[in-house]
C-alpha cells in the first residue's frame, strides 16, 4: 500500500516526464549521465577532463562515483540499455523515496509505534515538503533516506518486547547508513546524525547510568555505553567503507576556494528559512507557490531570501500532532523527537537568530549580526570548520523524520482532551483566514501593503502575481479546513469504535485520508516537464554543433527578458530547454564537450584567484583591449571555442520564448607545447595581467629549477613579453618540438632541457613516464604547476614518449581499509545470532585453537 502511495506521487515521472526545478534540472541529470559511463568503461575513474582545465571526479563529492545504488541503477543491464537517462534519474529519485519511506516505517516500529503509526511514518516522511523537493538534489535525497536508519541504530531505542536490540545489528545498520550518505555524496547528513544521537544519548546519560545501577550492572553495562560503543564503531566502520571518498573528498578540498578563505557570511547562511515558513507544517501553501508562475507572496517579505522547498508540508496529521504534543509541556523530555523537531527547525532559521528577534522592536541592535545568538550559529562558533557546509536549511529533513516520529507516536495513542480546542483554534483561524483572502482578492492594492509598483520579480517565473497568490492561498486555507474536520472526525470515531470493538477499516481510513493529503501536496510540489518536448524544442532552438574542444562560455544578460516581464504555465519548460541550449550548469557534459567555466559543487583555489585577478584587471580596460585580453586567455589555456549567450535576444520556437545561443570556434589552440625556456612561478593577479599583455603563447611559469643557461636571479619586473624577448636570446641554437602519435601519445624531440606543457590542471597526484623513442631507457619524472591552471614536466636532452598517469598516493592504502571495513562488515552481517552465547563462542575458539596447533605439529609417517 506504501509503494501504491509513493508511485502515486511520482506516476507522471514513470510516463515520460522528468522534474524540472534547481539542481536536478542542470547539474545532476547529465553529471550523472557522463558518471554511468566513465564507471562503464573505467573501474575507478578519479579524473574528469570536462569541467575547467580537468579536476578530480571522485574528489567532487556530489558525483557519488561510488555510491552502490547509483550504479546499481544505471549500470542495470534491463535499464541502462533500453531507458533514457531521464528516466534513469526518475527511477534513481523513486527508489531513494522508497527507501526513505522503508527506513521511517522501521524507525517508528523501533521505537515502538503501533502498526498505524508505522503506516503513518512511512507516508509522511518521503512525501514531506521537506524530504520530497530534494528529488531536485539527489545527493540530499540520498542523505534523506538514509537518516532514519543511523538515527534509529545510534539511538538508545528497545524493541517492541521490551529487550535491547542487538549491538552488532545496530553497528552494521549505523555503519551502513552513515558510509551510504558519504558516498552518496552528503556527508553533512551522516555528520547531523551523529550529532543528534549523540546530544540525545548525553541528555539521557545520567538517567541511563542509574537504571544499570538500580539494576545491580556496572555502569559499562549501562545502555549509555553500548549506544556509545554502537555510535564508534558505526561511525569507524562506515569511515572505512568510504575511506575513498573520503580521502579524496579532503584531498580536493583543501585546494579549493573554500580551503583558501574563510567563508563570507552570505555564502554561510544562505537558504536560511524564515521563522514565518513554520505555518507550512499546518497548511499547504500559505505563501503561493513560485511556479509555473510566480505566485508566491512570501518573495515580498523583506528577509525572505532564496526559497530552498516550496513547502515544510507533511499532511495535517504531523502539524495537528505537533501542536497536541507542544499543548503539553510536561511531556517535552518524555520522548526526545519532539525536542529534536523544534530545535533543528531553529537551526534551520539560520541568520534569523536571537539577535533578529530583538532587532524587531526599532532601533534596538540595529548594527549587529541577526544571526548571533541563533542555534546554527552556534554551532559555526562551537564546531571547527563546520560553517564550510553551508545551507542552514540542511536540518530540514532531521526535522521532517522527528516530526515525523511524533506523528507516528500520537496517533498511535489515546485521544488527548486537548485536541479538540486546538481542533476548534485552527478552524476558526483558516475559516478567517480564507474568508479574508477572498474579500482582498479583487482589491489587494487596498488591503495588502505591497506598492504595485515595486513587485518583486523573479528571473525565469516573471513578476509576482498577487491576485493569484491570494487565489492560491485562499484554497491552502480551505483545504486545511476540510482535512482538519476529516482528521477530528475520524479521530473521535476511533476512539468511539474501539470502545466496542477494533475496525480495521478506521486504520485504512486513516491511511487513506494522510495519502491523500501527502499525493495532493506534492503533486504541485515541484514542476514537471515533458521529456520528448524538452529535446524537439532543444533541437529546434540549439545553435549549429561544434568541434570537440574546450569552449568559454560568455553571456550578456544569460537568460531572456521577456522572462522577467511575463508569466507563462509553460515556463518550466521554456526553462529546461534553454537550460540544455545554453550548456548551463554542466549540460555539456552530454555532449562530452569540455568548458572551461563550467559550474561545478567545489572549484579549485587557483580557478577562483584567476577569475579574481580577470575581472580586477578588466575594469581597467576598453573593449579592444579586452577583445585582446581574452584571445590570450584562450591561447594559453587552450580554449578553441567560445559559447555565448544573449539575454537581450531570444529564441522563438513553437511559440515559446527560449534563450539565444551562439557557438563558433575561434583561433586554432594547442593543449600540447613544448619551450626550451621557462619562468619561476609567481601569484596569478601578477600574472594574469602580464598574459593579457602577450601576443602568442606565455612561458610557463612553474615551481621547478630554472634552465642550466638562465642566471638564478630573479628576473626584473616586467611584462612577459620581455621574458619572452630574452628567452629567444638565450634559445637560439636550441631546438625542441612535439607530436602526437596515431595512438595519442606525446612525443618529443629536444637536443636541450625543455618543458612540455599541456593544459590540464595539476592536483598533486600526475606524474609523467618517459619511455625513449629507441627503447634503450625509461624513466618516471615529477609533474609541476605550470602557470597555476596548467601542468608540466621538464625533459631532458633526446627523443621521448610522453606518458601522463593519474596516480593518488592515496589509492592503494585506501583500497585496503576499504576492502578490510567491507569484509569486516560481511562478517558482522553474516555471522550467528548464537556467536554471542559463551558455550558457541568457546566451541569456535577451541576449535580454531585445536587446528591451529595441529597445524604446526611435526610431520610423523
Not at 575561434?666 to 594574469?688: A, M, N, S, Y
Amino acid at each position: 500500500m506504501v509503494v501504491a502511495v509513493i508511485l502515486g506521487s511520482t506516476w507522471p515521472t514513470l510516463l515520460g516526464k522528468r522534474i524540472a526545478f534547481r539542481d536536478v534540472n542542470h547539474f545532476y541529470l547529465p553529471l550523472y549521465d557522463y558518471v554511468a559511463e566513465r564507471t562503464a568503461t573505467q573501474w575507478l575513474p578519479f579524473w574528469n577532463p570536462l569541467d575547467h582545465t580537468g579536476m578530480p571526479l571522485i574528489g567532487e563529492t556530489s558525483t557519488a562515483v561510488m555510491y552502490p545504488l547509483r550504479w546499481l541503477v544505471y549500470s542495470f543491464p534491463l535499464a541502462s540499455d533500453r531507458l533514457s537517462n531521464e528516466s534513469l534519474m526518475s527511477i534513481y529519485l523513486i527508489v531513494h523515496l522508497l527507501l526513505a519511506s522503508a527506513a521511517a516505517a522501521w524507525l517508528a516500529k523501533s521505537i515502538g509505534c503501533r502498526p498505524l503509526g508505522v503506516f503513518v511514518a512511512a507516508i509522511v516522511y518521503p512525501l514531506s515538503g521537506s524530504v520530497f523537493s530534494l528529488c531536485c538534489n539527489p545527493p540530499f535525497l540520498v542523505g534523506a533516506a538514509w537518516i532514519p536508519f543511523a538515527l534509529g541504530a545510534c539511538l538508545p531505542t528497545m524493541t517492541l518486547a521490551g529487550r535491547s536490540r542487538s549491538t552488532r545489528r545496530r553497528i552494521v545498520i549505523a555503519a551502513t547508513a552513515l558510509a551510504m550518505m558519504v558516498l552518496g555524496g552528503d556527508p553533512q547528513s551522516a555528520l547531523h546524525c551523529v550529532m543528534t544521537a549523540g546530544a540525545i544519548s548525553l541528555f539521557h546519560a545520567r538517567s541511563q547510568l542509574r537504571q544499570a545501577r538500580d539494576q545491580g550492572r556496572t555502569w559499562w553495562q549501562s545502555e549509555f555505553v553500548r549506544t556509545t560503543v554502537v555510535g564508534a564503531s558505526g561511525c569507524a566502520l562506515a569511515a572505512g567503507i568510504s575511506s575513498i571518498q573520503i580521502a579524496a573528498s579532503l584531498d580536493w578540498s583543501r585546494q579549493s576556494v573554500r580551503a583558501a578563505r574563510v567563508a563570507q557570511r552570505s555564502e554561510v547562511y544562505e537558504f536560511s528559512l524564515a521563522p514565518w515558513n513554520a505555518i507550512e507544517t499546518v497548511t499547504p501553501r500559505p505563501f503561493g507557490n513560485l511556479f509555473p508562475i510566480h505566485r508566491r507572496i512570501a518573495n515580498a517579505i523583506p528577509g525572505e531570501g532564496r526559497m530552498w522547498t516550496p513547502s515544510l508540508y507533511a499532511g495535517l496529521v504531523v502539524g495537528f500532532a505537533l501542536l497536541c504534543r507542544l499543548a503539553r509541556p510536561r511531556s517535552y523530555l518524555a520522548e526526545p523527537w519532539l525536542a529534536v523537531s523544534l530545535i533543528s527547525l531553529t537551526i534551520c532559521f539560520g541568520h534569523f537568530g536571537l539577535v533578529w528577534w530583538l532587532q524587531q522592536i526599532p532601533g534596538v541592535l540595529e548594527q549587529s549580526d541577526s544571526a548571533i545568538g541563533g542555534p546554527f550559529w552556534m554551532l559555526c562558533q562551537w564546531i571547527p570548520g563546520y560553517s564550510s557546509f553551508r545551507y542552514p536549511v540542511k536540518w530540514l529533513p532531521v526535522f521532517a523524520i522527528a516530526s515525523s516520529m511524533v506523528a507516528a507516536q500520537w496517533i498511535s495513542s489515546e485521544r488527548d482532551k486537548i485536541e479538540l480546542p486546538l481542533a476548534l483554534i485552527l478552524l476558526v483561524g483558516f475559516v478567517a483566514g480564507g474568508v479574508l483572502v477572498h474579500l482582498a482578492g479583487q482589491r489587494w492594492e487596498r488591503w495588502l501593503p505591497i506598492n504595485p509598483d515595486t513587485l518583486p520579480v523573479d528571473e525565469y517565473w516573471g513578476p509576482l502575481d498577487v491576485a493569484g497568490s491570494l487565489t492560491l492561498i485562499g484554497g491552502s486555507c480551505w483545504w486545511t479546513v476540510a482535512v482538519l474536520c476529516a482528521l477530528v472526525g475520524l479521530r473521535r470515531f476511533a476512539e468511539w469504535q474501539n470502545q466496542r470493538r477494533p475496525a480495521i477499516w478506521i486504520g485504512a481510513a486513516w491511511v487513506a485520508l494522510i495519502a491523500f493529503d501527502a499525493i495532493a501536496n506534492t503533486s504541485t510540489l515541484l514542476p514537471r516537464v515533458d521529456v520528448w518536448r524538452e529535446r524537439q524544442l532543444a533541437h529546434q532552438a540549439s545553435p549549429a554543433p561544434i568541434p570537440r574542444t574546450r569552449t568559454l562560455r560568455t553571456q550578456a544578460g544569460m537568460w531572456p527578458q521577456q522572462w522577467r516581464t511575463t508569466g507563462s504555465i509553460n515556463r518550466p519548460l521554456e526553462v529546461a530547454a534553454s537550460e540544455r541550449i545554453a550548456w548551463f550548469g554542466r549540460w555539456h557534459l552530454v555532449h562530452r564537450q569540455a568548458v572551461f567555466n563550467s559550474m561545478v559543487s567545489i572549484k579549485s583555489r587557483s580557478y577562483g584567484e584567476f577569475w579574481w585577478s580577470c575581472n580586477h584587471h578588466l575594469q581597467s580596460l576598453d573593449r579592444e583591449q579586452r577583445s585582446a585580453f581574452w584571445k590570450a586567455i584562450r591561447q594559453w589555456l587552450a580554449i578553441g571555442a567560445v559559447s555565448h549567450v544573449d539575454g537581450h535576444s531570444a529564441t522563438a520556437a513553437d511559440g515559446m520564448t527560449l534563450v539565444s545561443v551562439e557557438r563558433r570556434m575561434t583561433e586554432p589552440v594547442r593543449d600540447v607545447r613544448v619551450f626550451t625556456d621557462w619562468l619561476p612561478e609567481k601569484p596569478l593577479r601578477e600574472l594574469v595581467p602580464e598574459i593579457g599583455r602577450h601576443s602568442g603563447l606565455p612561458l610557463p611559469h612553474l615551481a621547478a629549477a630554472p634552465p642550466p643557461s638562465r642566471s638564478n636571479a630573479a628576473p626584473p619586473a616586467g611584462s612577459t613579453a620581455r621574458a619572452a624577448e630574452r628567452s629567444a636570446e638565450r634559445s637560439a641554437g636550441r631546438s625542441a618540438r612535439v607530436d602526437r602519435a596515431a595512438d595519442g601519445t606525446i612525443l618529443v624531440n629536444c637536443d636541450t632541457d625543455c618543458v612540455l606543457e599541456r593544459c590540464v590542471y595539476q592536483d598533486g597526484h600526475w606524474q609523467a613516464r618517459l619511455d625513449s623513442v629507441a627503447g634503450d631507457s625509461s624513466r618516471s619524472l615529477p609533474v609541476f604547476r605550470s602557470s597555476h591552471l596548467n601542468q608540466a614536466v621538464v625533459i631532458p636532452p633526446g627523443s621521448w614518449r610522453v606518458r601522463f598517469e593519474y596516480r593518488p598516493w592515496w589509492k592503494a592504502p585506501t583500497l585496503v581499509v576499504a576492502t578490510s571495513a567491507t569484509i569486516l562488515l560481511a562478517i558482522l552481517i553474516f555471522l550467528p545470532n548464537q556467536f554471542g552465547k559463551a558455550t558457541v563462542r568457546g566451541i569456535v575458539f577451541f576449535l580454531i585453537r585445536g587446528r591451529l596447533l595441529r597445524s604446526f605439529r611435526p610431520y610423523t609417517r
